[in-house]
């Protein structure tokens, strides 16, 4: 490895901020880019390993190799300014795109090994599953990792998921109105940013923008925020649910 002194300090700390390094790489930092990306081939195979929920054999897994291009790819995609830590993103793009090609599979052959999972279960559950099955089997693991993000981002804000369900408002009305607050504040990059910044909601700015009593707006304000962060993010299953309204 060639990584500078400073960059082996940076990253040696747990919880690191990959900020820098990955907009060199952005900038158009090849030899970064190819060296960030072999540092990190054991924490791919760790993904891979555990979405497969078995040992790969890198020399002839394409799991792996969709997982290079996954990760390649997330650091192309990653944004730090939506918040949530470099790694966990990378390894929910690593999900996705192995889903999808599991997915692809299914399609063509219409069913699939159980013993695709491995484990225990192999011994006991029949040889094949639907196609239908298996689409559910996978929605239901993406929604776990988009859950697992999510509560991440949620943390630095002091929320939890508890929170959510004892301060989400009541009525439908009430909920369309703070979603409302939640995308104005998603879609100003000043109101975001402070957000973001300040770990709170930028009430004195936000006021502005909004016709609603600043009371109603701080007694929802844990429910905006995990709104607006929601928006903001690249946690597709979580943002469908927010359409809705």
Known sequence: MFWSRKEKEHSSKKGEDFSEVIERIKSGDKKLRERFINDYRPFILGCVSKHMNRFIDIENCEEFSIGLMAFDEAISSYNSIKGGHFLSFAELVINRRLINHRKKEIKNSKVIPFSYFGGENEQIIENSISEKSIYLHYDRFE???????YNEKLEM??????DLVKKSPKHKDSKELMVGIAKIIADNDNLYNKLIS?????MSDLIAFVTVNPKTVEKNRKYIIAVCLALKSDLEIIKGFIRKF
């Open 157 to 162: 804000f002091g929320i939890t998921m508890n």
């Open 143 to 149: 929604m776990r990792e988009e859950i697992m993000i």
């Open 198 to 202: 300040k770990k709170t909601l930028p």
